[in-house]
């Protein structure tokens, strides 16, 4: 089973969780390594230290995925685009792992926002565009009136 595909390999449809024979299809030189867990929970305790310092609420959603209250830190860090900017650079200054990040007032949006902002970028979806940001996910399948 895939557990991470790099931003190479996913180009060619690599994802995380597919098996490693339909992976070896998608890409022919494919090349595979053990996992090593307590490596990876090592590092996931670094970014999470990190994150707690610039908010005190901190939802690590997996160990390299987490979400962040922003509201009322605007004294510390700046406002919340500026501070999340100051986040993403912390992270990879202190680790230098590549990460990615999404601004909005909800979860899902951040979590759409950010998807879209890789490989190391940042995606703000201001307060009041959501429904504008978020239309070109919605999916045929729900009728008119659902929309």
């Known amino acids: 089973m895939v557990t991470a595909a790099s931003y190479e390999a996913r180009k060619f ?9 339909t992976a070896a299809v998608c890409v022919r030189t494919l090349s595979i390594s053990d ?3 307590a490596k990876y929970s090592e590092w996931s305790d670094r970014v999470a230290a990190i994150l707690a ?19 009322g830190t605007e004294r510390l860090h700046g406002p919340p685009l500026a501070a999340t900017d100051k986040l993403l650079r912390a992270i990879t200054r202190t680790t230098g792992l590549p990460c990615s990040g999404g601004l ?3 979860r899902l949006v951040a979590k759409v926002a ?7 970028g940042l995606l703000w979806v201001a ?5 504008r940001f978020l239309a070109p996910y919605r999916s045929a399948k729900f009728p008119a009136s659902a929309k």
């Open 127 to 131: 307060p009041g565009s959501e429904a």
């Open 53 to 71: 310092k610039f908010s005190p609420i901190v939802e690590m959603v997996s160990i390299d995925e987490a979400y962040l209250d922003l509201s």
């Open 104 to 106: 909005a007032t909800t």
């Open 35 to 37: 996992g090593h867990h």
């Open 13 to 21: 449809g690599v994802h995380s969780a597919m098996p490693l024979r």
């Open 114 to 120: 950010s998807d879209q902002a890789k490989p190391r």
